[in-house]
T-cell receptor, first 109, second 114 residues
């Protein structure tokens, strides 16, 4: 079945440093979504990418969908304490949305 | 607030027991999804319903079952509970319009099996 892996599993960064998480699928995806889950909270939708090679920005967050539509990345520039949480990618193939394993981001003030 | 409600917020029970988790989707959403999140784990997809019918199945155990009612709320039934079933159970809903849809998650039910 479809598998979606994310690396790294954990990332600790100094406040102000950049952060990147990578998402890789075993199969080609029709689209990919990114979610953020704050500690003690529930996943919240951030963005969806559909087109091959698509790049979208939300303030300090940059999302990219690979040319082959099998990988994606989320880059945060100049992290802030509000960026703390676990970031999940979720790839859609067939009818199901498969969530990645998540990257837990910790910010060191 | 996503508009998805889940009850109860917390549930503590004993091994061998049966519990029911309830979810009300956002107004207008026809699809409901159930996920299990164990400690420090990712989101494991359990099952999806669309307008009352089962649409997709994930890693759902035979001891677990779910249904979606005519008013679109959904219930997840967990029986013969084991210690390993302790987890956060999330419900999510979506409109399911074409191939592009966003899932809106509820606050979750934290199940503790003692």
């Amino acid at each position: 079945g479809q598998q979606v892996m994310q690396i790294p599993q954990y990332q600790h960064v100094q406040e102000g440093e950049d952060f990147t998480t990578y998402c890789n699928s075993s199969t080609t995806l029709s689209n990919i979504q990114w979610y953020k889950q704050r500690p003690g909270g529930h996943p919240v939708f951030l963005i969806q990418l559909v087109k091959s090679g698509e790049v979208k920005k939300q303030k300090r967050l940059t999302f990219q969908f690979g040319e082959a539509k099998k990988n994606s990345s989320l880059h945060i520039t100049a992290t802030q304490t509000t960026d703390v949480g676990t970031y999940f990618c979720a790839g859609r193939g067939n009818e199901k949305l498969t969530f990645g394993t998540g990257t837990r981001l910790t910010i060191i003030p | 607030d996503s508009g998805v409600t889940q009850t109860p917020k917390h549930l503590i029970t004993a091994t061998g027991q049966r519990v029911t988790l309830r979810c009300s989707p956002r107004s207008g959403d026809l699809s409901v999804y159930w996920y299990q999140q164990s400690l420090d784990q990712g989101l494991q997809f359990l099952i999806q319903y669309y307008n009352g019918e089962e649409r997709a199945k994930g890693n759902i155990l035979e001891r677990f079952s779910a249904q979606q009612f005519p008013d679109l709320h959904s219930e997840l039934n967990l029986s013969s509970l084991e210690l390993g079933d302790s987890a956060l159970y999330f419900c999510a809903s979506s409109v399911v319009a074409g191939t592009h849809y966003t899932q809106y998650f509820g606050p979750g039910t934290r199940l503790t099996v003692l």
